[in-house]
Structures are given as structure tokens and as C-alpha cells.
């Protein structure tokens, strides 16, 4: 009987032990903050803003150069297809439009002394747009160009008026629009 009483008594010590010993448990926390996410942004601008390359009382053999600063203004690179609608067929469709880049001197004069072209000779629209470098369908396409974060670039345009032009052409007026659509690079194939 002492035995089991023993027995018993150092069992009940141990439980004893162990049941102060969980009691004491040692704990540490540590917090990171600030973590800040946030997006980049794509804007893409022109300058001159608009009506950039206009002529009045054209007349077949007449030609019209002017340049384009397009900027990239975002915090993400950018590729940038052109397109091109006019507000009439006929005439837009007789005038021819050349787009080059890195032209020395965007004259009438100084175009066909440098330069890559990027479109054209090609119509200068339609109603129903004309892509007129790259296109603007989401991914990299055929002639989109890329701009880096704040860089630019000029274009130079040049319209003529053949002297091939017919009667059809005479007294119409079109007027062009060029829309500059932009799209993110990165994780964009």
C-alpha cells in the first residue's frame, strides 16, 4: 500500500510539474508596415495638340510638311499604334500621306533628305479609319513604336495632292484625324 501511495504521489508531482511548466511560454511578435502598392500609368500626348497639318485651296502638285512631338507622359513605357480618319472619302483617298521619323529638317524642303518612313506614300484616311503606322489591337503588332518613360519623338507628315488628282477632287474638303493609341509594354507580348 505504501507503494501504490508512493507511486501515486510522484505521479501526481510530475503532473504537478508539468501542468506549472505550460504556464510559462516565451512569445515575440514582429509587424512590417508601410508596404505600398501602387499602378503605373500609361499617357501618351501630341504637339501640337491639334490641326497640326492644314492646307487651304490645295491644288494638284501641292505638298504640306509639318512634325509631331508625340511624348510619352506616364510612368510606364509605351507602344503606340496611328490611325487616321477623315470626314470624307474622295479627297482622302486622292491625298497621299507619308509619315517618317528622324527626319533632319520636317520641310517641305529637308523630307526627302532623311529619315525612315513609317507609312506612305498611302492614303491619308478614311471613314472608316486607317491604320497608319502599327495597329492599335492590343499586343505588340507589325510598326507599333515604343517610347520610353518621358522620352518623345517627332514625326514628320507630308500630304500631297498628285498631279494626277482629277476633277472629282476639286472644291472638296476632308478633315483628318489622327488618334494615338498607347498601351503598356511590360507584361503586354
Not at 527626319?103 to 529637308?110: E, I, K, L, P
Amino acid at each position: 500500500m505504501i507503494r501504490k501511495v508512493s507511486v501515486s504521489l510522484i505521479l501526481l508531482s510530475l503532473v504537478g510539474i508539468v501542468l506549472t511548466g505550460s504556464n510559462a511560454v516565451f512569445t515575440s511578435t514582429s509587424s512590417n508596415g508601410a508596404n505600398t502598392f501602387s499602378t503605373g500609368t500609361v499617357v501618351i500626348s501630341t504637339a501640337p495638340a491639334s490641326a497640326f497639318i492644314t492646307f487651304s485651296a490645295m491644288a494638284p502638285g501641292d505638298v504640306v510638311t509639318a512634325p509631331l512631338t508625340v511624348t510619352n507622359g506616364g510612368t510606364m513605357q509605351l507602344r503606340y499604334a496611328v490611325t487616321s480618319a477623315s470626314t470624307e472619302n474622295t479627297l482622302a483617298a486622292q491625298l497621299d500621306l507619308t509619315i517618317k521619323d528622324g527626319v533632319t529638317t520636317c520641310s517641305n524642303a529637308g523630307f526627302g533628305a532623311s529619315g525612315t518612313v513609317r507609312y506612305g506614300p498611302g492614303d491619308l484616311g478614311s471613314t472608316a479609319g486607317v491604320n497608319v503606322i502599327g495597329d492599335a489591337a492590343q499586343g505588340v503588332q507589325a510598326g507599333d513604336r515604343t517610347l520610353d518613360v518621358a522620352a518623345s519623338e517627332i514625326l514628320c507628315f507630308q500630304v500631297s495632292l498628285p498631279l494626277s488628282a482629277g476633277n472629282a477632287s476639286q472644291g472638296v474638303t476632308t478633315t483628318a484625324t489622327f488618334a494615338f493609341n498607347a498601351e503598356q509594354t511590360a507584361n503586354n507580348p
